[in-house]
């Protein structure tokens, strides 16, 4: 199958995107009636689309204050070395703690940015201290905690 640079994605690729982005579960055929395609040529592109890395999955949006964790923390993390190996340690432990939803380097004074959900500001203490502070090479944290949800997955 031929592969889809950004360049040769066409109005309806982006459209295909555009509609999968909001709704991942939307079937074929109301796809295909939005984009002005019949299902198979619609179905081929959706391939494509997945099969060039456009598409990396389908997911439930799970909302985390009903499962208890309404509290977010962002915490900024500086290191003491950032050579590859101790950046390589760094990132291996992040991924290992469940309460980290997402982990970003950061082109700043900190190396890092952590988005962490916890029950509370106890259990994110927790966290922090146990947890967080105690991966490879943590110099320094700093947190700010989320007031509101504004845009994103939670709101």
Known sequence: MKTVSYETLDQIDRHILDELARDGRISVAELSRRVNLSKTPCQARITRLEKSGYILGYRAVIDPKRLGLPHVAFVEVKLSDTRKSALAAFNKAVRAIPEVEQAHMI?????????????????????????????????????????????????
């Open 107 to 155: 082109a700043s004074s900190f190396d890092y940015l952590l988005k962490v959900r916890t029950k509370d500001i106890a259990d994110y203490r927790e966290v922090l201290g146990e947890r967080i502070s105690a991966l490879p090479h943590v110099a320094h944290t700093s947190t700010h905690v989320s007031m509101e949800a504004v845009k994103g997955d939670e709101e």
